[in-house]
């Protein structure tokens, strides 16, 4: 295949088509979009309407050469994150830098590679450095197109007699990105100054052989440079598999029809994504805010420019359009700051991507069609769209997750109003607990992790089922935790124990998924230091239609533990917390413990047989809690999801023994306490208007905390429009602020 090839130096002339650069051709397909509405201007789709097994024929060998890539480049890694979790996926995109298919995998980052491939486009990377048959590029530079420093894209161009047909793109989560603390995802600092290894769009591969003077620069940059270097060379097989696959369809069909193909099929992205939204949502707004908290004000640990409690405001207003457009806004979202937790927006578009492929566009035939079926406003200057290109994005996750549990939300009140009940979700719950650090690891050598069982969360519950148990991700569906021993081949702690987390599922008539959580202990090491994340306290993650939040997070570690004269003496040790307000650390073992609500800390040293607890979340719920099957509640507690004194508070069910040894619902009892429980409901009841009048009164006093204060003071100065809006709501004089 790759005598039909040229090899080209971009230096000779234009590598476009029809002797056009490609800055050309981008600004060409732009303008063309622009005036029809269509990609390319098409208005018909000659192939897939025409010879529509022709069609369907190559669309299915391009994306089966991305299946087939990932699946050997899989074999390539050494990374538990790659080889365990499948944290890698690859995308076939035009010469503009669209893309046409995806494999499975981490697909949040389709988009993310287009918008890195547009900005080597605009910025003249055809003329400097040049691009050319053989040429690697990489990239993890958010500001340019990524979701955060962990996430490292390779780009090769595709040629074919001289001009280029495409790109083939690559992506995988890496172990440690030589922040200014070990792990993939350190945060406390201040800035992108510490966020690590920053690859900008470099140019660091010719003749399809990575340059050795840049792989020495990451090995002298990143801690576990192991897992870098496979990486880069997992990255790079996968992509010139794709290659491969794309030469052998054009062999086939020849090259004309392939570069119709490629055009007709982001078109026909767009055009079902519109017929999806047209057919399962009712047309209107939907606003959906989300706030997360971040209480560092006495937290020694982190940087002093980041040392004060803060939230984060995600106003999200969801418009669907009677023509099928669908448009997302964040206009009104605070500030950015000095933490690590800023999104850029192609980080943000990234967050849509992997929730459309979630909900409306959950097909194999997935493409930036949706780029062109869809809007999302950013607000410059915020969170989402910072003004100062030098903020930390190490940990882009953090408000991304909480965000976009709006947009579910919003999608759920659609589906609703459409009468398509079997769609709805009631969200999911963000992900954490975070277990991540570094230091000098159980073979003796200076290392850094991040454990990936956070991919394994609780589903919220749908519209007539419970959510899954600890199954998935919002960034990543796959949902595999990995194996316990793998996780310990790579850190230096040793799991006690792992298992579903009693009452993380959120209340509901249908209750979400529940959470997990390991008891983790510090081994073979003289010392490491370990990171805490998760919210503080504020509920991130929403239900639905009376349905509640999942679980919060708590901190609870044990330092100087007694385990080794527990083994010595052959004496029961923890292998899980359990119920915290009975928790077996605290029964069974004996140290300084640090037990607390404040997950969200920096890193904290940690040495030899110290105890680490990790908590996973719970779906958020769906409908009236008292309004749940009395069989169901007697399950959870029987199952170890719900723990019992809790039925009869949130469920109003009254268990009694069953002869087995288990519990079960007493039905007439039942019955009495929830009619009296929702007697009480009216009783403390208070009706809309008085309730929003003595609220009103709250908003004119600015009797608010000080962080609120400031979110709600950010965003009115970032945004008139929102600021009019929050005047309008509460009824204030129009030169109110705060």
């Not at 009468?419 to 963000?430: Q, T, V």
């Not at 959870?636 to 009694?656: M, T």
Request: net charge negative.
């Amino acid at each position: 295949m790759l005598d039909k090839t040229t090899k080209t130096d971009s230096r000779i002339g234009p590598i476009g088509w029809e002797g056009q650069t490609l800055k050309e051709m981008l600004e060409r397909s732009e303008a063309i979009f622009d005036r029809t509405g269509h990609y390319q201007g098409l208005k018909d789709l000659p192939i897939r309407t025409g010879k529509p097994i022709l069609y369907e024929k190559i669309f299915s060998h391009l994306r089966g050469g991305l299946v087939n890539a990932r699946s050997t480049a899989l074999n390539i890694s050494a990374s538990p994150i790659v080889k365990e979790i499948g944290e890698l996926s690859f995308a076939l995109y035009t010469p503009e830098g669209e893309s046409v298919a995806l494999s499975t995998g981490i697909i949040v980052h389709v988009h993310t590679m287009s918008d890195a491939i547009k900005y080597m486009i605009r910025n003249n990377y055809e003329k400097n450095p040049g691009i050319a048959e053989g040429f690697i590029f990489c990239n993890n530079n958010s500001m340019i197109g990524d979701v955060h420093t962990a996430d490292v894209h390779t780009l090769i161009p595709i040629f074919w007699e001289g001009e280029l047909i495409g790109w083939a793109g690559g992506v995988t989560h890496e172990i440690d990105v030589g922040g200014i603390a070990p792990g993939s995802m350190c945060y406390g600092h201040a800035d992108r100054y510490g966020d690590g290894l920053l690859i900008s769009a470099e140019l660091v591969g010719t003749d399809d052989v990575f340059h050795e003077d840049y792989l020495q620069r990451c090995r002298d940059n990143v801690r576990a440079e192991m897992y870098w270097v496979l990486d880069e060379k997992t990255r790079l097989t996968g992509c010139q598999l794709v290659r491969d696959q794309v030469f052998r369809t054009i062999e086939e069909v020849g090259i004309h029809t392939y570069k119709s193909f490629i055009s007709e099929a982001v078109e026909e992205g767009r055009r079902t994504l519109i017929g999806r939204v047209r057919q399962l949502t009712f047309p209107g707004e939907y606003e959906a805010p989300t706030f997360i908290d971040i209480p560092w004000s006495k937290d020694e640990t982190v940087h002093a420019l980041a040392r004060k409690d803060s939230m984060m405001h995600a106003p999200l207003r969801m418009k669907v359009s009677g023509d099928g457009h669908l448009s997302l806004s964040f206009d009104g979202a605070n500030q950015w700051d000095y933490h690590s937790f800023n999104c850029s927006p192609s980080a943000m578009q990234g967050a849509m991507w992997v929730q459309l492929t979630q909900t409306l566009w959950n097909s194999d035939k997935i493409n930036d069609g949706a780029y062109f079926a869809s809007t999302l406003e950013l607000p410059y200057g915020s969170w989402c769209n910072p003004d100062f290109d030098k903020v930390s994005t190490t940990l882009t996750w953090f408000f991304l997750i909480p965000a976009f549990t709006g947009f579910i939300r919003s999608l759920a009140r659609a589906y609703f109003a459409r009468g398509y009940l079997e769609e709805i979700s009631a969200s999911y719950p963000c992900t954490w607990n975070l277990t991540q650090g570094g230091g000098v690891n159980h073979f003796g050598q200076p290392s850094a992790f991040t454990n990936f069982e956070q991919s394994c969360q609780g589903t919220g519950a749908q519209y007539a089922k419970d959510g899954e148990a600890s199954c998935a991700a919002m960034w990543n569906p796959e949902g595999d935790m990995g194996e316990i021993e793998t996780w310990e081949h790579l850190e230096p702690l040793l799991y006690l124990g792992r298992g579903l987390k009693a009452n993380s599922s959120g209340p509901g008539r249908y209750r979400g998924g529940c959470g997990s959580e390991a008891l983790r202990m510090v081994f073979k090491t003289p010392g490491l230091v370990l990171f805490s994340c998760g919210e503080g306290q504020v509920f991130s993650s929403a239900g639905v239609f009376g349905g509640y939040p999942g679980n919060s997070g708590y901190r609870h570690n044990v330092h100087d533990s007694n385990i080794p004269e527990l083994a010595a003496a052959k004496k029961p040790y923890p292998v899980l917390d359990g119920d915290p307000e009975n928790s077996s650390i605290s029964a069974l073992a004996s140290g300084r413990e640090v037990f607390d609500e404040n997950q969200m800390t920096g890193p904290h040293a940690f040495a030899e047989y110290d105890l680490y607890t990790a908590v996973q979340r719970g779906g958020p719920g769906l409908g009236d809690p008292l309004e749940r099957d009395a069989d169901s509640v007697a399950k959870d507690v029987n199952g170890g999801e719900l723990l019992e004194r809790y039925a009869r508070p949130i469920y109003g069910v009254v268990l009694v023994a069953a002869g087995d040894g288990k519990a079960k619902a007493d039905k007439t009892a039942t019955a009495n306490e929830r009619q009296a429980m929702r007697k009480k409901r009216l009783e403390r009841a208070v009706d809309a208007r008085d309730y929003v009048a003595a609220q009103r009164g709250r908003v004119l006093e600015k009797d608010f905390i000080a962080p609120v204060r400031a979110m709600y003071a950010s965003s009115m100065k970032l945004s008139d429009r929102w600021a009019g809006h929050f005047r309008t709501f509460w009824s204030l004089p129009d030169d109110f602020a705060f």
